[in-house]
């Protein structure tokens, strides 16, 4: 997208920034508190708004006996989509759910607080914010530029709990795209593709010799370490190169995330979005096979 496209999409944003804000705050104020919570508000609220904005809306309600087995009353999904079948498509996931509020807030926590161009809330950084920018990023995009391939805006209520109901089932219920490319919420003031997360244990399994004749009674260690370490490899959400990049700050305290006082700066959530919608377009722009190549420079080497 040239220099005349750029400031184009910047008059779009600013035009549309009311209408966002006012959607933001909305979510601020509907509470989804994880584990435990019940996801049904929420969750209509956020199709109702893609609905609005133009998005073939798809609402997957979790059976309730899966959601409790993870902690969560009622456990909904929604992805909102834009843009034609093709052998490409570009997932940006969010949540809605939040942790509990806690003690030492100045503000109510769900109210959607604003002053001096910044809001608070529960959720207001973590991630209720990129819910909102990702879908008026695409939103944004789709006013400029006919898509060429889908965009899915992928919108889940168990973060907290582990992403079980949200991700990954709806990754293990579609039909995805061969060169499909994720993104997930981070900051604005990086791009990340290697996430330096990881979970350490020492796992101690113990065998149990006997002899040919009755190895019923035997332990075998290593076939049982070979098992679990195929069952690892089944938590690897479905091969995806994923890339990181949202509202906000990159060191997530100086927002008050998962604290008393959760902000967001409003310049930090239209940064995000226009530097969103100017990827989206572009990508639509120069068509599908732009995707491969970003597919294939987002994957690199094999990380996890």
């Known amino acids: 997208m ?3 496209g750029f400031a184009e999409m910047q008059r779009l944003q600013d035009h549309v920034m009311r209408e966002f804000i006012e959607d933001f705050r909305g979510l601020l104020q509907v509470r989804c508190e994880n584990p435990g919570a019940d996801m049904t508000l929420a969750a209509e609220y956020v199709a109702a708004v893609a609905e609005r904005l133009g998005y073939t809306v798809r609402i997957d309600h979790v059976p309730d006996s899966l959601a409790h087995q993870h902690h969560v009353r009622k456990a909904v999904n929604v992805l909102a989509r834009i843009g034609p079948d093709a052998d490409q ?14 003690e030492g ?6 109210s959607g607080h604003l002053k001096d161009e910044v809001i608070y809330g529960r959720g207001a950084a973590v991630s209720k914010s990129d819910v909102m920018g990702y879908l008026y990023a695409v939103y944004m995009a789709y006013q400029m ?19 079980y109901l949200g991700p990954q089932r709806l990754l293990a219920l579609g039909s ?17 593709d290697r996430h330096g997360g990881a979970l350490l244990w020492t796992i101690v399994l113990r065998g149990r010799s006997r002899h040919a004749a009755v190895s019923e009674r035997g ?17 690897r959400e479905a091969q995806i190169p994923t890339i990181c990049y949202g509202a906000g700050q990159a060191n997530l305290f100086e927002m008050g995330a998962h604290g008393p006082d959760e902000h967001i700066a409003m310049a930090d959530s239209s940064r995000a979005m226009l530097v969103l919608s100017t990827v989206v377009a ?11 190549d970003l ?6 080497d094999e990380h996890d």
């Open 89 to 102: 498509a570009v997932i940006l996931n969010a949540h809605f759910d939040t942790t509990p509020p806690g």
């Open 2 to 4: 040239g220099i005349s």
């Open 282 to 292: 572009t990508l639509w722009r120069k068509g599908p096979t732009s995707l491969v």
């Open 145 to 163: 530029v006919r898509p060429s391939f889908p965009v899915f805006v992928m919108l889940t209520g168990d973060e907290e709990t582990g992403g």
């Open 105 to 110: 807030w100045s503000v109510d926590p769900y």
């Open 219 to 235: 332990g075998d260690s290593v076939k049982a370490g070979a098992e679990l370490i195929t069952e690892f490899y089944q938590y």
């Open 176 to 192: 995805w795209p061969a060169h499909t490319v994720a993104i997930c919420p981070g900051s604005a003031d990086v791009v990340v």
């Open 295 to 300: 597919a294939l420079t987002a994957k690199g």
